[in-house]
């Protein structure tokens, strides 16, 4: 059983910066991809970041050039820096752990963007 814990939130103002952690429980980048989920009041959860196994990033296109996701093996933790953040980027957000046969979610980080 794979277990991810979020933390980092907190509240900040526009154009400020964050960083989020996921702690994963196990050594598992080697063959589980990892991704950055966020979910806003009254909207569905949406993808923010994903990384491969191998390394390969993706971005929403809403926070690309702005966030940066980034894995720290030794230590099983990802890492999502955000940078020049608006009020848009409101939400809690998950980190999940993903492979063929199984999807694992953290209970999420509520990120608050307001002046």
């Known amino acids: 059983q794979v277990q991810v814990v979020e933390s980092g939130g907190g509240l900040v103002q526009p154009g400020g910066s964050l960083r989020l952690s996921c702690a994963a429980s196990?050594?598992?980048?080697?063959?589980?991809?990892m991704a950055w989920y966020r979910q806003a009041p009254g909207k569905q959860r949406e993808l923010v970041a994903h990384?491969?196994?191998?390394?390969?990033?993706n971005y929403a296109p809403s926070v690309k050039g702005r966030f940066t996701m980034s894995r720290d093996s030794a230590k099983n933790t990802l890492y999502l820096q955000m940078n020049s953040l608006k009020p848009e980027d409101t939400a809690v957000y998950y980190c999940?752990?993903?492979?063929?046969?199984?999807?694992?979610w953290g209970q999420g980080t509520q990120v608050t963007v307001s002046s």
């Open positions: 999940n752990a993903s492979r063929s046969g199984g999807v694992y």
């Open positions: 196990l050594s598992i980048f080697r063959f589980y991809g």
């Open positions: 990384i491969t196994s191998g390394g390969t990033t």
